[in-house]
């Protein structure tokens, strides 16, 4: 290669680096502006969003947003806090945000009793926010692993795994129903050792559930917002749900809502393995009488009329939440309150 030739090589990857340089420099500036905005646009909702530190790095490929000591909070007491943020994207897809927050987080929850303080503890944080063109979120996911929850001071709670999924990733497109998607999956769940007895056992192997949150999109803060949405037909339809939990192994689908006094308000399907085990533990726990758990057993019986793949029974029944009661067929089996 002539020496004229390799200077003008030479030149194009230069000019090339430039223009990239340039390109990257620009986007991290759209970053900086729409993170203003954004945050001055839940400001002006009344949602306070705050930091010790931010920086923007990631060159030459990535646009990295780096937060310290992050803390989003609600007027009505809803709010969110941890150590550090971290969101990744790409220059040439810069509406897929890779996020990682490890270690501590603060959250409060509005409750009827007032405002429920948690600790959640976990070693590995990680999730997804894919926006639209617009910059609207269309879908979020966030996985946990290796979690410890409690109340601050209180008993902890423990999970292998917590992972949850909103918008339209959290199904398949074809299988997506209306309304908002939501997808929950939690495995190895200790319960606290000092919360009480538990007739099933402290650990839950798994709970999962699909559904959909529908009606009227909620607006205001918490409880009005619940509220209104149940009063005007908001519904959430769970078309899956699994929960592992000793000797239960329970299945089904459903829908459920809030009753005029904010109790909840539904009807499932239930399929059961092992329930004469777990009617004979909640039994020997003292959630239900001996008489009714003879008349639930008896019951079983005659509806279990199909087998898993070990052959072993499984009893499909109605669960319904009515009137502020949770009943087996026609047999209430405890009170249900108000959530708030």
């Known amino acids: 290669m002539s020496r004229k030739s390799l200077f003008l090589l030479l030149f194009i990857v230069l000019l090339l680096a430039a223009g990239w340089s340039a390109f990257w420099w620009y986007s991290s500036q759209q970053l900086r502006d729409g993170f203003a905005a954004w945050q001055a646009e839940r400001a002006a909702e009344g949602t306070r969003v705050s930091y010790s530190g931010y920086e923007i790095g990631g060159y030459p490929f990535s646009l990295v947003l780096d937060l310290s000591e992050p803390e989003i909070s609600r007027s009505d007491g809803l709010a969110w806090s941890a150590a550090q943020l971290r969101g990744e994207a790409a220059v040439w897809s810069p509406l897929t945000i890779e ?17 429920a303080n948690l600790d ?47 918008g339209r990733g959290a199904r398949d497109a074809d299988a997506e129903p209306a309304g908002l998607p939501v997808g929950i999956w939690a495995e190895q769940l200790l319960l606290p050792e000092a919360g009480g007895s538990y007739p099933l056992g402290r650990e839950i192997e798994r709970l999962q559930a699909d559904l959909a949150i529908k009606g009227p999109a909620p607006s205001g803060t918490w409880p009005q917002a619940v509220a209104e949405w149940s009063d005007t037909g908001g519904v959430v339809d769970i078309a899956s749900f699994r929960l592992l939990w000793g000797p239960l192994d329970l ?50 019986l005659a509806l279990a009329k199909d087998q898993n793949a070990q052959g072993r029974p499984i009893v499909t029944i109605p ?9 087996v067929g026609p047999l209430p089996l405890f009170p249900l309150q108000p959530i708030f």
């Open 319 to 327: 669960l319904t939440a009515q009137d502020g009661r949770l009943s």
């Open 251 to 300: 299945g089904g689908e459903g829908a459920i809502t809030l009753d005029e006094r904010r109790r909840p308000l539904g009807a499932f399907t239930a399929r059961i393995v092992g329930y004469l085990e777990t009617v004979d533990a909640l039994a020997k726990g003292g959630l239900i009488e001996l008489g009714d758990a003879s008349i639930l057993k008896l019951g079983g």
């Open 120 to 166: 959640l503890l976990a070693r590995g944080a990680e999730g997804e926010l894919r926006l639209s063109a617009r910059g609207a979120a269309e879908s979020f996911t966030v996985e946990l692993s290796d979690v410890e929850i409690s109340e601050f001071g209180g008993p902890v709670t423990t999970a292998a795994l917590l992972r949850i999924e909103i």
């Open 99 to 115: 996020l990682e927050s490890p270690g501590r987080h603060g959250i409060s929850l509005p409750v009827a009793s007032g405002i």
